[in-house]
Structure formats: C-alpha cells, structure tokens
Nanobody, 119 residues
Framework: QVQLVESGGGLVQAGGSLKLSCVASGNTFRINAFGWHRQAPGKQRELVASISRGGMTDYVDSVKGRFTISRVAAKTTVTLQMNSLKPEDTAVYYC?????????????WGQGTQVTVSS
C-alpha cells in the first residue's frame, strides 16, 4: 500500500504564499505521477496541478502562473508552491498519486490539508 501525508496548509492573507508538501511512504515504487486536487465548500473536487513520471506539469487555468508543482526527494515527495493567493483558492487540498506514468485517475489519496485565504 501507499500512504500520502500532506502538510503546509494554513491561513494566509490574499496575495500571500503557501507551500504544500506531500510525502509518500510504503510501496512508493508503485507511484509514477502526482496530482493536487482541491475542494471548496459546496463545490466539486477539481484537479489543480499534476506532474508526470517524466516531469511534465499541467495546471488548471485559474492557477497558471501562480502555482508550481514539483517532485523532490527521490520522487517520493511532491510540493505545491502557491503564490499570489486569492480568496477563491480557499479549499481543502488533497495530494493524489497515480500508478500510470501520466496523471489520470488517482490510485491513492492523502487526507487533505486546509488552505484559507482571507481578503
């Protein structure tokens, strides 16, 4: 099995920055791609950013130019650097991992970390 643990969430003012981290443990050899999703109250969960096995990244339009996803530490840790945060970025952020080389459908999920952006 694979366990994903997120950290780094919190409360920040609009325009500020936060960096989320997700550490994978267990059978990490199964993981090839990572993604960060978020879910705001009353809204559906959406994919915010993803990174493939080869390092290709993709972002939802609303965060392009503000968020950066990266893999570090022998590819078992993924981070999400969030800059120029807006109140509409407020959500629970979930790390997810996919056994496929390109992030498509998560096989594993973290427990989530709350990000709150005040205006």
């Amino acid at each position: 099995q694979v366990q994903l643990v997120e950290s780094g969430g919190g409360l920040v003012q609009a325009g500020g920055s936060l960096k989320l981290s997700c550490v994978a443990s267990g059978n990490t050899f199964r993981i090839n791609a990572f993604g960060w999703h978020r879910q705001a109250p009353g809204k559906q969960r959406e994919l915010v950013a993803s990174i493939s096995r080869g390092g290709m990244t993709d972002y939802v339009d609303s965060v392009k130019g503000r968020f950066t996803i990266s893999r570090v530490a022998a590819k078992t840790t993924v981070t999400l650097q969030m800059n120029s945060l807006k109140p509409e970025d407020t959500a629970v952020y979930y790390c997810a991992a996919d056994r496929s080389s390109i992030f498509r459908s998560p096989d594993y999920w973290g427990q989530g970390t709350q990000v709150t952006v005040s205006s």
